[in-house]
């Protein structure tokens, strides 16, 4: 994984304590800040971005799955001892194909806020490892700069 996906993975809600939690609770939008993995420096987005679907997407994604499992369950709850077991492990196979297909959205609004913050970031010419614009300096790294 290069540094720069190291950068996109630390996008975090901005807001003390639980304020991630809550806002991807109740779809509530937030600014994002992503972290230099050099410096530690914070890079907040301008723009807010929506943290969870809409409520008519989740319960359409729920009503899915939950027809799917009724019809696996039928065909396969009555067989002894693995019915259960085949008709759970195809609901949760389902269950993951429906939210990729549909994108996780807390995912997607990441994808968002990093491409808004990504001009923040440059690559050293020396050895193409990132960082912020304190870190990379004259198109160095400090690593490179030392060297």
């Known amino acids: 994984m290069s540094n720069l996906e190291m950068i996109k993975n630390t996008g975090a809600p901005v807001g003390g304590g639980n304020f991630g939690?809550?806002?991807?609770?109740?779809g509530m939008k937030t600014r994002l800040a992503f972290t230099c993995t050099?410096?530690?420096?914070?890079?907040?987005?301008?723009?807010?971005?929506?943290?969870?679907?809409?409520?008519?997407?989740?319960?359409?994604?729920?009503?899915?799955?939950?027809?799917?499992?009724?019809?696996?369950?039928s065909l396969f709850g009555r067989i002894p001892v693995i019915g259960s077991l085949v008709s759970g492990?195809?609901?949760?196979?389902?269950?993951?194909?429906?939210?990729?297909?549909?994108?996780?959205?807390?995912?997607?609004?990441k994808a968002e806020a990093f491409e808004?913050?990504?001009?923040?970031?440059?690559?050293?010419s020396k050895c193409g490892e990132y960082g912020c614009a304190s870190c990379v300096r004259d198109g160095l790294c400090p690593a490179c700069q030392r060297a």
Request: with cysteine.
């Open 38 to 73: 050099r410096c530690g420096a914070r890079h907040e987005t301008a723009r807010e971005y929506a943290m969870t679907d809409t409520m008519a997407k989740t319960m359409a994604k729920q009503g899915a799955v939950s027809g799917v499992s009724s019809v696996l369950y």
């Open 89 to 109: 492990m195809a609901s949760t196979a389902m269950y993951t194909a429906v939210n990729a297909a549909t994108g996780n959205p807390f995912e997607k609004a």
């Open 116 to 124: 808004e913050v990504r001009g923040n970031f440059k690559a050293c």
């Open 21 to 26: 939690a809550t806002a991807a609770m109740t």
